[in-house]
């Protein structure tokens, strides 16, 4: 996938110059995941490798961006044992320095991706991985939870 962003860069008139990075809109993020995905069979991968690759591809890129929702929406649609090898893998790593940030930031389609995975195949951990965001996200003591009142 770099030499994808190596060749976008390439391609560009002398006088264009990409400013503010290019994103990958819908279509070409799905095709070009489509691409790394095949040859990532041809090399044997499982789901959550790939996914790895993925990431670290996100995180070595310096001029491109993937469209999220087309990241998101491609590993949504592997077939369901791939979904739980990811699932499995984030789970026994979700402490690493690759995925802690990423699964913890609610704006990550990483993190969207790891909760839609939870609610599907592990829903005992759902409601825990959800308590767990909102104490990192709003963090509230319980005296501050004892003074909420609940209307009837």
């Not at 489509?34 to 990431?55: D, M, T, V």
Request: hydrophobic share 40%; proline share 2%; with cysteine.
């Amino acid at each position: 996938m770099m030499e994808v962003e190596e060749e976008a860069s390439c391609s560009l008139e002398d006088w264009m110059e990409i400013t503010d990075g290019l994103l990958l809109e819908h279509h070409l993020t799905n095709a070009l995941l489509q691409w790394e995905w095949l040859s990532a069979q041809q090399q044997q991968w499982n789901a959550y490798q790939f996914a790895e690759h993925i990431r670290e591809c996100e995180l070595q890129f310096r001029q491109i961006e993937l469209k999220r929702d087309a990241v998101f929406d491609f590993f949504t649609q592997l077939s369901e044992l791939e979904q739980q090898c990811i699932l499995t893998g984030l789970l026994s790593d979700a402490e690493t320095a690759k995925w802690q940030q990423e699964l913890n930031s609610t704006y990550s389609h990483w993190h969207r991706l790891y909760l839609y995975l939870i609610e599907r195949y592990a829903p005992e951990r759902y409601l825990d991985s959800l308590g767990d965001l909102s104490k990192t996200n709003y963090p509230l003591s319980s005296a501050s939870l004892s003074q909420l009142e609940i209307a009837p």
